[in-house]
C-alpha cells in the first residue's frame, strides 16, 4: 500500500515539495493551503485547516512548508498527533525555546524530523567536505561569505549551517552588525529578516566571517580558506576552485608561500530544490533515527539561534556566546519568513 504524503503550505515551497514527491511515484498525496484558489488547482485530496487534515488522516509523512510563523504550532500538533515523520522548512521556528521545546517533543515521541537546510543534501558539498576531512587542504581556518539582499536568518541560516557542516565544529561566540535601514522586507511588513555582517567564532577556532548587508545585491560567494589551499565557490555559475599545496610543501613553513596547485573539482550550479527536497524525502523515508537525518532538529535549532545572536550582540555592540542561555532572549519570538 502507498504511504501517504502531506504537505502543508503550498506556496513557492511546497509547490517544489509536491513536484518531488509526485515524482518519487510512491505516496498518496494530500495536500492542506489556507488558500482555497491554491489548493483548488490541484487534483488531489485537500484540506484549508491543518488541524483538520492531522485529525482525520492517517499521516506517514508531513511536510510543513507554511511560513516560519506557523511551523512550531503544526509540528507541535502533529507530533502529539502521532505522525513519525516530519520534513521543515527553515527557519525551524520563530524563537530558540520554541525549537527546543520542539527537540523536547520529538524525543519524547520517537519522532523523525528533519529541515530543510538544502546544501546538507548536495553531493558536491559532501564531496568536498570529504576532501577536507582528508586533510587535503588542512584545517579550515576562516570561512567568508558574501549574499546580498539581506535576510540573515532565512538566506544566512543556510551558510551558517554550512560553515557547521564543513568545519565539524559548533558555534563558540559572535560579533554582529545588523542593517539598520529598515528596509522593507520584500514579502511584506509582517516579516523581519534585517541583513548585516560579522564574526563568527567557532569551537574549533575556524573563523567565519559574513557580509550579508542590504546595501548591495549580488550572489553568493563562498570563499574556505584552509591551512594549506583554498576553496572558491560561486554557486550560481557553476564556478568550484580549489587550490592547495602539493604533498611535499605542506611540510614548508606557514610563513613561506609556495605555488599552490589545482585540484580538479565538479561543482553544482544553483541547487535545484526539486531535486534536494526528493533527497530530503528520500532521508527521511530510509532514516531508522535522528541520527541517520542529515539535517536535523539541532542544525534547525542553531541555524536560528546564530543569527538571533548577530542580532543581540548588534544592540550590546558587544559578543554573544554561544549557547545562548538566557531565557528572555531564548524566548523572543522573531518575524522571521
Ligand atoms: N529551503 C529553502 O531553500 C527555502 C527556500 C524558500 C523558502 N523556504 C521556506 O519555506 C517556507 C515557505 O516559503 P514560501 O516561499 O513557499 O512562502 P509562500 O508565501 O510562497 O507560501 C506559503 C504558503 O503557505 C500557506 N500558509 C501560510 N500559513 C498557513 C497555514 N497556517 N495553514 C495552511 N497554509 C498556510 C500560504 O497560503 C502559502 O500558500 C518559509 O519558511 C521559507 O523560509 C525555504
Known sequence: MKKTLAIIGLG???????????????????????????TNQHNLKTYNNWKTLIKNEQIDILVIATNANSHFNIASFAIKNKIKRILCEKPLTTSILQGEKLKKLIIKNNTLFAVNHIRRWSDSYKKLKQLINENRFGKIVQIYFDMGGGQLTSNGG?????????????????????DDKKTPHPRGKKFIDHGGYGILLMKNNS???FDMSEDYGTP??????????YILIDEKNKYWRCFARSKK??????????????????????????????????????AKNNFMIKCGIDDGIKSIEIPIGANISSKK?????????????????????
Open 317 to 337: 555592540n558587544s559578543y554573544v556566546n554561544f549557547p545562548i542561555k538566557n531565557l528572555k532572549i531564548k524566548k523572543k519570538i522573531y518575524k522571521f519568513t
Open 207 to 209: 573563523r567565519v566571517l
Open 158 to 178: 543556510h551558510l551558517f549551517d554550512l560553515a557547521r557542516y564543513l568545519t565539524s565544529s559548533e558555534p563558540k561566540k559572535i560579533f554582529a552588525k545588523i
Open 249 to 286: 610543501d605542506k611540510k614548508l613553513p606557514l610563513t613561506k608561500r609556495p605555488n599552490l596547485i589545482q585540484i580538479p573539482f565538479k561543482g553544482h550550479g544553483m541547487i535545484n530544490m526539486i531535486k534536494s527536497s526528493k533527497s530530503s524525502i528520500k532521508n527521511l523515508i530510509a
Open 220 to 229: 553568493t560567494i563562498i570563499k574556505i580558506l584552509c591551512k594549506y589551499g
Open 12 to 38: 513557492q515551497m511546497g509547490s517544489r515539495h509536491l513536484e518531488a514527491a509526485k515524482s518519487l511515484k510512491k505516496f498518496k498525496i494530500i495536500i492542506c493551503d489556507l488558500n482555497k484558489k491554491t
